[in-house]
């Protein structure tokens, strides 16, 4: 059982600060949340502090709840963010692709540059997917979080899917749907067993496998 977080204004836990309206608010914002995620990448969610978190930007300890409510808050806050950075590299549509290449190389070569873009949000973020797996096991709202991120991106790629199947490139009775849950799960599944779990992957042999297989599941060429 985790330790209990700081102090809640209400009966129902920490009532969340709204957003800052002013620049100067919003740089501090910005601020606590860049502070927070080097003390959370350094001590792990349970052990880290306001205090800390407070340190690390420099500002009174009092501040840290003009913008947030509790620890837990601030991890939530630094997670939504990140989250709809990584998913949102995983959209492959309105690219351009190769130099007068045919519709399906342009397609293969939409996917190679989003799992490559998921890659290198992935590695730019690996401290923090792996706090935020740690973290799900016992906060309701940071697994919300996660679903939300991750229906979003399925959302993202089933939409690339169906503009493919107009496009008369994928059979028009693929299911767009689950196809997009299997992809989006086989491209997180294996990013994060190579970057959390330590898997020994090599990237470029990892991202041509993956475009690979995504391309082939919708019956698009891929060059050998």
């Not at 836990?13 to 740089?27: D, I, S």
């Not at 500002?59 to 806050?77: D, E, I, W």
């Not at 599944?189 to 330590?198: A, I, P, R």
């Amino acid at each position: 059982m985790p330790p209990a977080s700081e102090p809640a204004s209400g009966p129902a836990g920490p009532v969340p600060a709204a957003l800052p309206t002013t620049e100067r608010g919003r740089r501090m914002r910005a601020r606590l949340l860049a502070a927070a995620r080097e003390v959370f990448e350094r001590d792990g969610f349970l052990e880290a502090r306001v205090t800390d978190i407070s340190a690390a930007a420099g500002v009174a300890h009092g501040s840290f709840y003009t913008y947030f409510g509790s620890k837990t808050a601030v991890f939530r806050a630094l997670l939504a963010e990140t989250m709809d950075e990584l998913y949102a590299s995983m959209g492959t549509r309105g690219e351009d692709g190769p130099p007068d290449g045919r519709p399906e190389e342009t397609a293969v070569h939409r996917i190679e540059r989003a799992n490559r873009r998921f890659v290198a949000m992935y590695l730019q973020n690996t401290a923090l997917m792996a706090l935020f797996e740690q973290v799900t096991t016992f906060d309701p709202e940071v697994r919300a979080l996660r679903q939300a991120a991750r229906e979003r991106m399925v959302g993202r790629v089933r939409h690339s899917i169906e503009q493919l199947q107009r496009d008369g490139l994928v059979a028009a009775d693929l299911d767009a749907e689950y196809s997009a849950h299997a992809l989006v799960a086989m491209v997180n599944g294996l990013v994060h067993y190579w970057l959390v779990l330590d898997g020994g992957f090599e990237e470029e042999r990892l991202v041509a496998t993956m475009t690979r297989l995504w391309a082939q599941s919708l019956g698009l060429p891929v060059r050998s």
